[in-house]
């Protein structure tokens, strides 16, 4: 039987590595995480929890190209395709690798989701650069 509450616990401890900028240390126990998931992988609840934070992880250190892997992984866990955070991370990951097309419609999902909260703890650069896209698309420009 899984233990879901270990595998929170596991990402509590990382996510206060994350936050001191520690993230190797909290890569070393998502990976542990990872490891208590059973298969089919994502289909468990916590998939896409665990995976999102190897993610974000990567995007803090500037890997984007393991980032952008790691939220392709997370797409195929349960709702995350509805999930704004993890579309706003997307949008974000593709924005920083210069695919803006699939910046727009990756943060334009977050943005109608999430609304303009889901970016108010972020670089105002997204926000910036969605707002007058999805003011054309309004119009219908």
């Known amino acids: ?31 542990d995480a990872v490891s208590l998931i059973p298969e089919p992988f994502q289909d468990h609840p916590m ?17 984007l190209e393991k980032a952008q892997e790691a939220y392709s992984d997370v797409m195929a866990c ?20 210069g695919d803006i097309k699939k910046a727009e419609t990756e943060l334009a999902c977050a943005y109608m989701n999430g609304g303009e909260e889901i970016f108010q703890d972020e670089d105002p650069k997204y926000l ?14």
């Open 1 to 31: 039987m899984i233990d879901n509450h270990n595998i929170q616990e596991i990402l509590s401890r990382a996510d206060k590595h994350t936050d001191n900028g520690e993230y190797m240390q909290s890569l070393a126990l998502l990976r």
């Open 78 to 97: 349960g709702d995350s395709p509805a999930n704004p955070y993890v579309r706003l991370r997307r949008g974000q990951i593709a924005f920083e690798l």
């Open 47 to 63: 998939s896409a929890e665990v995976i999102a934070a190897i993610g974000d992880n990567y995007f803090l250190m500037g890997e």
């Open 128 to 141: 910036a650069f969605i707002k007058p896209i999805l003011e054309q698309t309004e119009k219908g420009t």
